[in-house]
């Protein structure tokens, strides 16, 4: 056998080697793929054959995931493939010689793998920079967290980013740098995706067929596609990659650090730029849930909250930008997706479609926090007025409303004292109050 040359495979990160038989031509390759470098881990060590004959194909002698230190699996490894030889190359050498080949392989390997990896000298560059893929969400050469509650949008502002990067469209975002863009789909239907894209295609003012890269694979967990991934990256030329969502990804608990970390170095090392879709908690629209560790690993995170005014056929999207490595634009950004109803022949069937995302005027864009603070109110005076229309008035202090519907204390004498001043009750009767109201309201609603 010649000396050992390793080299890494840029499609699952795997190292080997080619050792040539010169008595024969064949050509007997070493494979590690995952190296563990830790005393427990296990690693996937394949032994594949290259006849000399050209009309002969390569096949695996053998394939076994163990602790590349553990002799024994070794010699077990070792002769399992040597028993696999044929065409008359066994009778070249022995088991023996195989399993002395198979160590000096794994023995080199972790000194490889560290050589590999080392430190350099960097000047500074003060002319550079941060160039971008999608302005400001998404660097060229960075890691963007995108976090919502469900029926946010944020699937869509997935497609349509995937979209835009892919084909050198900036109606949305200003681009620095296009390339192939690829969703990993973990959550819905092909049928469902290939209806996603079509909408925004046409959206983007582009052809409602125009293909997208996709990777589809709901029921699997992030880590099971991740040799696949290395291969679509390295054969397809993939720059950015989408990720719908977190969520999906097979990690269990998300709150963990480990896994976190394990799933953000993972992306880290898979693309050059993506996004990671991910899903908030109920009461904190915006916020990442699980882990702190996909907060930090991120260059950039962004909170996600989608407006509709009643039966408005437009969403408005704001993205507040949380956390900007590289960038310091921090300012609230928004899009308009406008639907439309699709007709259908049964008038009870009610399907609504996207069809345009653009950036809205900011004169349009309707002051929501002002709405919002206004339903809440409306839903506070509702909860009040349920509870003084059960009669029991001359309970109702100030403080039990506000244990028996969970209102704070001071908004409850607040709601009670404004409709003093319209009913002319002393504010400080809440009975009479709480009465006067119950009853001035059920008029309001009969009349």
Do not use: C
Not at 33 to 55: C, F, M, W
Not at 157 to 178: E, F, H, Q, V, Y
């Amino acid at each position: 056998m010649s000396e050992y040359k390793y080299l890494r495979d840029p499609e699952d990160n795997s190292i080997y080697t080619k050792q040539l038989w010169r008595p024969t031509g064949d050509i007997i390759e070493f494979r590690a793929r995952g190296l563990q470098a830790n005393a427990n881990g296990k690693t996937i060590v394949d032994i594949i054959h290259h006849p000399a004959s050209e009309a002969e194909d390569a096949y695996t002698l053998g394939s076994h995931r163990y602790n590349i230190n553990d002799l024994q699996m070794r010699i077990r490894l070792a002769n399992h493939s040597y028993n696999n030889l044929y065409n008359g190359l066994k009778q070249e050498f022995t088991k023996e010689n195989f399993a002395n080949w198979l160590f000096l392989f794994t023995n080199g390997l972790l000194n490889y793998d560290s050589a590999t990896i080392t430190s350099s000298l960097v000047s500074g560059d003060p002319s550079w920079r941060p160039r971008h893929r999608a302005f400001p969400f998404i660097l060229e050469a960075g890691m963007t967290l995108m976090a919502a509650r469900g029926g946010s949008t944020k699937s869509l502002t997935g497609i349509a980013m995937a979209i835009s990067i892919d084909a050198g469209i900036d109606k949305l975002w200003p681009l620095d740098t296009s390339g192939p863009a690829l969703l990993i789909n973990m959550e819905r239907s092909a049928a469902s995706i290939a209806g996603r894209i079509g909408w925004v295609n046409q959206a983007l003012d582009l052809p409602g067929d125009r293909p997208l890269e996709v990777f589809h694979t709901r029921g699997k967990t992030l880590q099971q596609i991740e040799g696949t991934l290395r291969k679509i990256v390295s054969q397809k030329g993939i720059e950015f990659a989408v990720l719908d969502s977190l969520s999906r990804t097979g990690l269990g608990d998300l709150t963990e650090n480990a896994p976190a970390n394990a799933t953000m170095d993972m992306m880290a090392n898979l693309f050059p730029s993506s996004l990671v879709l991910a899903h908030s908690p109920k009461h904190s629209p915006g916020e990442i849930y699980g882990s702190d560790m996909f907060r930090n690993a991120g260059d950039i995170t962004v909170a996600v909250k989608a407006h509709r005014i009643d039966d408005d056929p437009v969403t408005w999207t704001s993205y507040q930008i949380e956390k900007a490595n590289d960038l310091g634009v921090k300012r609230e950004h928004w899009l308009a997706f406008e639907f439309e109803d699709d007709e259908n022949f049964d008038s009870r069937v009610q399907i609504s479609r996207l069809v345009d995302i653009r950036i809205p005027n900011p004169s349009e864009i309707p002051d929501f926090e002002t709405l919002d603070k206004e339903a809440e109110q409306g839903k506070q005076r509702r909860l009040i007025i349920r509870h003084m229309s059960r009669g029991d008035y001359e309970a109702s202090t100030g403080a039990q409303i506000a244990r028996n519907t969970g209102i704070p204390e001071g908004t409850v004498r607040r709601e009670l004292t404004l409709r003093s001043h319209k009913d002319g009750t002393p504010a400080d009767d809440f009975t009479k109050i709480g009465l006067h109201w119950v009853l001035h309201t059920n008029r309001e609603e009969n009349h």
